[in-house]
């Protein structure tokens, strides 16, 4: 995997992998193809675990194959050298936790799946963009090292995408300005691991062994309520003291209801929606009557992070604000928890992520500071495609010419209003013409995952000396 080497602290180097040969030579030896996750190549011997009860059965270093993940799996997933998985799409769970964990791993192989499982040995490469190969037998790759000192800067701050507080620190010896996405979601599932409202109503979990699961998780702390509150503010001050003074914007809250179920405690809490990606999430639930005491925990966590660690580099993000509306009733809300905007520095940015955001951009400018574009949702929505299907991947595409509409007009408005806008989704991470887009027209920032800071540095340099 791409890992970033410090000599003495001044030397700084990354390193990347390549096949030995072009990839068109091991054609005969293609098993199956999905969505990259990294740029790294993996190789080593095939563990199939349909069931996270069969754990034991898994050494460290396989490359695990599976139909799908979810929270149960990441202390699994930390252990294999790969990853490779039937179902889900380049935002499904497995694909956003590889990226965090740097672990390299193809999504969405369909019933090839079933080849890669009569294998004893394969090999994952990422390196090749958004395509990921699964290639039978171990082939061989090599490293290349890219000295940092070599690199040029672009023309907008180049900021990072980190949810897992364990990596911000080695994360942040890369050449960024900062942190563009913040999730705690990540936190939340892994570290807390209980739903939010169950510190507002312990008293609603009926089912004894699920209190004492909750009883131990809180061991040390007087209750559910200050364990949220302080094991969230540690995890987001973590990331914010590994980058601090450089800014990192911190998103709130946006799981869907089938994720909350999820969550210790959830199933006493949450709605089974049909469709939960168009359901109850984002802004819609912190103002809500169901929500809004669990989404006071998040907030009271954020000013712990800033006023008592005194981590005020943390730049907080609402996402999924449908109308002006909600705008509105999200303000309200945060000022009643005291996070006025410009009090102590603090800055409020809005995720546009919702095809009203582009076409409504001028009138949701009042209400905050500045706007990072949601590439995910915003090329979901604008295509009417449902991200996470492995069956719509070809459609799922952030260079439609409707999604590039919907960033420059979200660009365009913020500009004319006088406000900041970046981009902290999946889109100039995979496609780096989106990036060039996005700068040739004035974006503020560009906030790629870790393993393409180098790729993109790298690429821009290049480009620059040629020119």
């Known amino acids: 995997r791409p890992e970033t080497i410090h000599a003495g602290g001044q030397k700084h ?15 005969q030896q293609v098993l199956a193809t999905g969505q990259s996750i990294g740029s790294a190549i993996a190789s080593g011997p095939v563990r199939f675990i349909e069931s996270i009860a069969r754990v034991t059965e898994f050494k460290k270093g396989d490359i695990l194959v599976t139909r799908m993940t979810d929270p149960d799996w990441v202390p699994l997933m930390k252990q294999a050298g790969g990853l490779i998985t039937q179902k ?12 965090e964990l740097g672990l390299p791993a193809i999504v969405g192989v369909g019933d090839a799946v079933t080849e890669v499982m009569k294998q004893a040995e394969v090999t994952l490469d990422c390196s090749q963009g958004a395509t990921g190969f699964v290639f039978t037998g171990k082939l061989p790759f090599k490293k290349i090292t890219v000295e940092r000192e070599r690199l040029v800067k672009p023309p907008v701050e180049l900021y990072i995408n980190c949810a897992e507080p364990t990596r911000a620190f080695s994360l942040s010896f890369l050449p960024v300005d900062g942190v563009g996405l913040a999730r705690i979601e990540f936190i ?26 909750i009883e131990l998780l809180c061991a040390g702390y007087a209750d559910v309520r200050s364990f949220f509150i302080d094991t969230l503010a540690q995890g987001v001050a973590t990331i914010a003291a590994a980058f601090y003074p450089k800014p990192v914007i911190v998103r709130f809250s946006d799981f869907k209801s089938n994720e909350y179920r999820n969550l ?3 199933t006493f809490f949450e709605p089974i929606e049909q469709n939960p990606m168009l359901g109850l999430r984002g802004a819609s639930r912190y103002y809500s009557d169901f929500y809004q005491e669990a989404f006071k925990l998040e907030c009271l966590a954020m000013k712990k992070a800033r006023d008592e660690m005194g981590l005020t580099n943390i730049i907080l993000m609402v996402p999924f604000v449908r109308t002006v509306h909600e705008a509105q009733m999200v303000k309200k809300i945060l000022a009643a928890n005291d996070l006025q905007s410009e009090r102590d520095g603090l800055k409020l ?8 955001n582009a076409l409504l951009i001028e009138k949701f400018c009042p209400y905050f500071d500045g706007f990072s574009i949601g590439s995910n949702d915003l090329t979901q929505m604008t295509l009417a495609v449902d991200r996470d299907s492995e069956l719509l991947t070809s459609l799922f595409d952030e260079r ?6 919907m960033m420059l007009m979200i660009i365009d ?37 870790p393993d393409r800071i180098i790729p993109f540095l790298s690429r821009y340099s290049a480009s620059t000396k040629k020119g």
């Open 13 to 27: 180097a990354t390193i990347f992998y390549e096949l030995e040969q072009d990839r068109s030579s091991y054609d």
């Open 88 to 99: 889900g799409g380049r935002t499904s769970h497995a694909a956003i936790v590889s990226r």
């Open 188 to 213: 939340v599932s892994n570290t807390i691991k209980v739903h939010p409202m169950v510190a507002v109503r312990p008293e609603a979990i009926a089912d004894a062994h699920l209190r004492k699961e």
């Open 264 to 266: 210790i405690g959830g």
């Open 349 to 356: 940015f809005m995720m546009a992520e919702v095809p009203s």
């Open 400 to 405: 439609d010419e409707a999604v590039k509409k």
């Open 413 to 449: 408005g913020a500009k004319k209003s006088g406000k900041y806008t970046g981009i902290c989704g999946q889109a100039p991470s995979d496609y780096p013409e989106i990036a060039d887009l996005l700068i040739e027209r004035g974006i503020g920032s560009i906030s790629l995952n």
